[in-house]
């Protein structure tokens, strides 16, 4: 009865100490991480791309609620806020808010609200007029525009999208993300 009771205080900690047959192994990479698709909020919201810091590439999708700006250069202001796909690029090149640069977003465009930009949805694609150069940006920079202007005028990331800058072109290109 005592070898019993001694056994039966053992096992769990014979079980414990052999892990039960599992082996410890190394990290096992399985690719990128899992996306998911966002949409909008609907009419009086738009979607913009951010640049995650914890990837100097990988572009971010947020959805901004348009409210109303001091002032607009390229877009057309109602009673109901900011309209169009103009309305995008604006929020664009706000940058990112507070909180989305506490969570690691950023921009890699230059920010402020005095840049003249509009978008037209044309049989060949989407074309934007930006009042800035554009040639120099970085690749993170002209995703981050040719993405929001693609999600501004068409449900179709893939939509194909011209850059037109003071200095040169972008594109034709396609949003990677």
């Known amino acids: 009865m005592r070898g019993g009771r001694l056994l039966g205080a053992l096992l769990p900690v014979l079980l414990l100490a052999t892990g039960c047959g599992i082996r410890a192994t190394d990290v096992v990479e399985a690719g990128e991480p899992a996306t ?58 706000q940058g990112p808010t507070r909180a989305e640069r506490d969570s690691g977003l950023r921009s890699e465009l230059p920010t402020g609200g005095g840049l003249s930009a509009a978008i037209e949805l044309s049989s060949v694609g989407v074309k934007v007029t930006i009042g800035m150069p554009v040639t120099g940006l970085s690749e993170a920079a002209r995703q981050q525009l040719v993405c929001t202007a693609a999600a501004a005028s068409t449900a179709d990331r893939t939509e194909v999208v011209t850059v037109i800058g003071t200095e040169g072109v972008i594109g034709p290109t396609h949003c990677a993300v």
């Open 36 to 93: 998911v698709e966002v949409a909008s909020g609907g009419r009086r919201s738009a979607l913009v791309y951010f640049v995650s810091s914890s990837s100097a590439s990988r572009l971010m999708p947020v959805v901004r609620t348009m409210s109303p700006p001091e002032s607009v250069d390229g877009g057309a202001w109602t009673d109901n806020g900011l309209s169009g796909a103009s309305a995008a690029l604006y929020l664009l090149f």
